[in-house]
């Protein structure tokens, strides 16, 4: 499986963006997907998680109530949707795959095994 995300970039802070990571190969609709992020000089943190169905969420405390993550199986793609944006935000947003699972069993990224190039998102004060 390889991944690729996109829609990072700079925003003022109360500010939305909208990730995508879009996936080939045929076991995503299988997997579940993440989004992880890394701030400079912190260790790679975990943000949300979705299950193979999309029905099945979960959120680090840090963000939940302000992303969402969602799924799209017919288009092999994942995004999180990012609002009320603060600057402690800032970081490379990573999305990973779990294809051994496919309900959430673990939010650490050793429990992820294939990994997009990450996105920079920038929050202004």
């Known amino acids: 499986v390889q991944l690729q995300a996109s829609g990072g970039g700079l925003v003022q802070a109360g500010g939305s963006l909208r990730l995508s990571c879009a996936a080939s190969g045929p076991t995503f609709s299988r997997s579940v997907m993440g989004w992880f992020r890394q701030a400079p000089g912190k260790e790679r943190e975990f943000v949300a998680a979705v299950n193979w169905s999309g029905f099945g969420t979960t959120y680090s405390n840090s963000v939940k109530g302000r992303f969402t993550i969602s799924r799209d199986n017919a288009k092999n793609t994942v995004y999180l949707q990012m609002n009320s944006l603060k600057p402690e935000d800032t970081a490379v947003y990573y999305c990973?795959?779990?294809?051994?699972?496919?309900?959430?069993?673990?939010?650490?990224?050793?429990?992820?095994?294939?990994w997009g190039q990450g996105t920079l998102v920038t929050v202004s004060s």
């Open positions: 990973a795959g779990d294809p051994t699972n496919m309900q959430i069993v673990t939010t650490t990224p050793s429990g992820f095994g294939f």
